[in-house]
T-cell receptor
Framework: SQQGEEDPQALSIQEGENATMNCSYKTSINNLQWYRQNSGRGLVHLILIRSNEREKHSGRLRVTLDTSKKSSSLLITASRAADTASYFC?????????????FGKGTHLIIQP | AAGVIQSPRHLIKEKRETATLKCYPIPRHDTVYWYQQGPGQDPQFLISFYEKMQSDKGSIPDRFSAQQFSDYHSELNMSSLELGDSALYFC???????????FGAGTRLSVL
């Protein structure tokens, strides 16, 4: 099956609540990234975590990485309606430079106002 | 700040026709990537170029080809179009193949 499987596939929460999305991957990695995509639009890079990091924060985002379990989680705190989007984790094909990214299936997050 | 520019934004073609998608990377970015995203699917990597040379190859059909020009813009050429080629095609760019990729708004291709 595919690198970077997201869980859950869809998530609906109330504004102000926290949203947690999980991702699993299969091969060894140098880093893992999370991207956001508004419906039918381009992807926007959110955060990158290196394989030697366990946790990283950026504003309301918190990412964890467990290389022993080949999994990562993205936490969005104090969610806002504008956070409604699809979220994808992505890993580079070989961890090299100009390698393509392999995306997971994505979690569609809906924030209810 | 300048972003990745893709043209056209929308394209409608008939089966067996050809299509050319263009991508203009962020200024000073020398690496370009192409992705295909079907309805409700995750983006699938097609091909990438660094300094005008093919760098990585993904699930690009033999009917498709791409190149990067001296000004670093890239074109994706698609021939013998099939209904299944209907998708969003994204271009992304980065500097010196760095990990973070910056995506364009995409070209929506509809094959009728």
């Amino acid at each position: 099956s595919q690198q970077g499987e997201e869980d859950p596939q869809a998530l609906s929460i109330q504004e102000g609540e926290n949203a947690t999305m999980n991702c699993s991957y299969k091969t060894s990695i140098n880093n893992l990234q999370w991207y956001r995509q508004n419906s039918g639009r381009g992807l926007v890079h959110l955060i990158l975590i290196r394989s030697n990091e366990r946790e990283k924060h950026s504003g309301r985002l918190r990412v964890t990485l467990d290389t022993s379990k080949k999994s990562s989680s993205l936490l969005i705190t104090a969610s806002r309606a504008a956070d409604t989007a699809s979220y994808f984790c992505a890993t580079a094909n070989s961890g090299g430079g100009a390698d393509g990214l392999t995306f997971g299936k994505g979690t569609h997050l809906i924030i209810q106002p | 700040a300048a972003g990745v520019i893709q043209s056209p934004r929308h394209l409608i073609k008939e089966k067996r026709e050809t299509a050319t998608l263009k991508c203009y990377p962020i200024p000073r970015h020398d690496t370009v990537y192409w992705y295909q995203q079907g309805p409700g699917q995750d983006p699938q990597f097609l091909i990438s170029f660094y300094e005008k040379m093919q760098s990585d190859k993904g699930s690009i059909p033999d009917r498709f080809s791409a190149q990067q020009f001296s000004d670093y813009h890239s074109e994706l050429n698609m021939s013998s179009l099939e209904l299944g080629d209907s998708a969003l095609y994204f271009c992304a760019s980065s500097w010196q193949g760095r990990n973070i990729q910056y995506f364009g708004a995409g070209t929506r291709l509809s094959v009728l």
